[in-house]
């Protein structure tokens, strides 16, 4: 049974220079996110035994918690200098540097925590996310599948590893895995949406416009899928009607930053 709070503070009550109770306190802090409190309970477990590597893991993700990125860094590192083969604190290093842009160092780390740990599926995901923003296309299908093997059930390993299918022209297998994707998580119409060009890339047009009205009876406003539409009309000589909906497209998303490249494709298109 887990233990609450106050049983955890007991505990230490009775036995105060126990740094794993000190350490369990500290925990319990974390999940209440009291963080700061936390932090008192893993520095006092840390004054009796600086060597506790638990506990500096745990402060190392207290301050990531409270966005102390560069405390977070270092007590992950203090923690892996105590105990080289922790993994936790690799993967952890890893996210960090991944959610930072900093790819090189966030393969470093997630690579040694894959060494340590090859039966940790989320592991393996974020390297196949930081090979596939470096375009080490081979080593993130790699990863993405060694996730699966581990998770089948999970739908981002899926949907990843179709995005690097897709990207080494590999259209058969990214259909596959989106249509995975979607048996798992069958509202996610940004993968319904890759699926259907997948499908287009692989001239199976009337399938494809089948799976798009899909998603456009969810989202009818949905500029990928209107433009999805539009080039699976394109395939099937239908250029009017595509060229309304590119033009569609355009209007919904005029002045709106976030869809900048979508609106330089289709003026393009338009224009020819």
């Known amino acids: 049974m887990e233990k609450t709070l106050e049983q955890v503070m007991e505990k230490v009550k ?18 209440a996110e009291q963080y700061e409190e936390a932090i008192k ?33 270092h007590y992950w590192h203090e ?26 160092e966030a393969i470093r780390a997630l690579k040694e ?39 089948p059930e999970d ?6 590893l179709a995005n690097t299918s897709y990207d080494m022209g590999n259209y058969e297998r990214a259909a596959e895995e989106w249509a995975k994707t979607l048996e798992i998580r069958p509202k996610d119409n940004k993968a319904r949406n890759n699926y259907c060009d997948a499908l287009l890339q692989l001239g199976k047009h009337d ?10 009876e969810i989202e009818p406003e949905y500029p990928p899928a209107l433009c999805t539409k539009g080039e699976i009309l394109e395939k099937l000589d239908k250029s009017e009607e595509a060229q309304v909906l590119f033009a569609r497209v355009i209007e919904i998303i005029k002045d709106n930053q976030a869809w900048e490249l979508l609106h330089k494709y289709l003026k393009e298109k338009l224009e020819k």
Request: glycine letters at 4%.
């Open 14 to 31: 009775a036995d105060p220079n126990n740094p794993e109770l000190l350490k369990e306190l500290g925990n319990q802090y974390f999940k």
């Open 155 to 160: 739908p981002d390993y899926h949907y990843n």
């Open 207 to 216: 399938e494809a416009l089948t799976e798009i009205d899909k998603v456009l």
């Open 113 to 151: 925590a894959a060494r340590i740990n090859p039966d940790a599926a989320d592991t393996h995901h974020y390297l196949g996310l930081s090979y596939h923003l470096t375009s080490q296309f081979e080593n993130a299908v790699e990863e993405f599948v060694a996730a699966i093997q581990l998770d």
């Open 79 to 104: 923690a892996i200098k105590v105990k080289p083969d922790f993994d936790h604190a690799y993967f952890n290093l890893g996210y960090h540097h991944y959610q930072k842009g900093f790819m090189r």
């Open 41 to 73: 309970q893993y520095q006092a477990a840390l004054d009796i035994d600086p060597g506790f590597y638990k506990a500096l893991y745990n402060l190392g993700n207290t301050y990531y918690k409270l966005e102390q990125h560069e405390k977070a860094v």
